[in-house]
């Protein structure tokens, strides 16, 4: 038996109170964690608010974990104690269904989410996870920034995997955000000549800093104009309601507008637009254990580091405060305390 100490939520919306929970005896092939660091996700406010329906009181909100290895159930494989190791929005996947024989496992329909499904995250002392979604940290991470990556990193980076996009692609970034902010760097070391979009002039400077050639404002009608037809994917990381006719537009023929924030309102489609020049409108989770390990020795090959606020563990409401509240720049991880 093994008992875990988190911030958790017990009723949708309220602060987190730290609680006791006990997690029981260690799964065949689960591992147990020890929480240094914990990223906190935009995805962990809408559980935290059930915004999404799907949040299961009590739980504890975290799923960018940074931590060590301390257990290991008799069938784990590939990791030993003591080990760094990040988890990320899955928890487990059943590892036999189609999806997760074929490498998809992030898309099994028995997969369990780190946080809000019965499963306690990362705002903890320590978590668990199936030995596959504890992915091992390559040397030289840097580990106070390195949370984000396994749930903003990979979302922004899936595309490039699943899609193949090229080096030498033209990429638009919407948004400069927790998401859009690694957007950029990731499509700038991939070789992509990189677009930025943004509501905020004064983020131009940034946006550039981040790894955009250019920038278009995504309130200018006449500026999203003027690139029509220019780029071979257009990432969305924002979650709000845009022109997007307009943001097609900006497709070249074949390009594709993929859309990584979740946007609530259903999104309207032209079809002509898309038909004349076989453009694609698509989504995408987070990835499989393959993806973000592929992602993590990508980021630290190029030293790309999310920009991260750090915060004491113990004032997690003041730091989802910060991020509510539209301050955070760019992400947030949580600093669990010394044992």
Not at 14 to 42: N, R, W
Not at 167 to 184: C, D, E, F, K, S
Not at 289 to 316: C, G, K, N, S
């Amino acid at each position: 038996m093994s008992q875990m100490q988190g911030w958790a939520a017990t009723e949708a919306g309220k602060p987190l109170s730290l609680q006791t929970f006990d997690l029981g005896a260690l799964g065949a092939e689960e591992v147990e964690v020890a929480v240094d660091y914990c990223g906190i996700c935009h995805s962990d406010l809408s559980m935290i608010k059930n915004e999404w329906g799907m949040s299961r009181f009590p739980f504890v909100p975290g799923h960018e974990v940074i931590g060590r290895v301390t257990a290991l159930g008799e069938h784990a494989k590939g990791l030993a104690m003591g080990q760094r190791v990040g988890i990320g929005w899955t928890a487990s996947s059943c590892m036999h269904c189609k999806q997760c024989l074929s490498g998809h496992q992030n898309l099994c329909p028995e997969g369990l989410a780190t946080i809000g499904g019965g499963h306690q995250g990362g705002f903890a002392d320590k978590v668990r996870s199936h030995w596959a979604w504890a992915v091992p940290l390559p040397e030289g991470i840097d580990l106070a920034s390195a949370g984000p990556l396994l749930c903003g990193g990979i979302t922004v980076l899936k595309p490039f995997l699943s899609y193949r996009v090229s080096p030498g692609a033209r990429v638009g970034v919407v948004g400069i955000g927790g998401l859009g902010h690694m957007a950029l760097k990731f499509a700038r070391a991939w070789g992509c000549e990189v677009t930025a979009f943004t509501s905020n002039a004064a983020k131009a400077d940034e946006a550039r800093a981040f790894g955009a050639h250019n920038i278009v404002s995504s309130r200018d009608a006449s500026a999203i104009k003027a690139i029509a037809g220019s780029l071979d994917m257009l990432l969305v990381t924002v979650n709000v309601p845009l022109d997007w006719n307009a943001l097609l537009g900006t497709l070249a023929p074949m390009g594709r507008m993929h859309v990584v924030g979740a946007v609530l309102e259903p999104i309207p489609v032209p079809i002509f637009t898309l038909m004349m020049g076989e453009r694609e409108v698509s989504s995408s989770p987070t990835g499989s254990p393959v993806d973000i390990a592929t992602l993590l020795d990508f980021a630290t090959r190029h030293d790309i580091r999310p920009q991260v606020e750090m915060f004491p563990m113990d004032q997690v409401n003041e730091a989802l405060r910060h991020l509510a509240d539209g301050n955070a720049r760019y992400r947030i991880v949580l600093e669990a305390k010394a044992s």
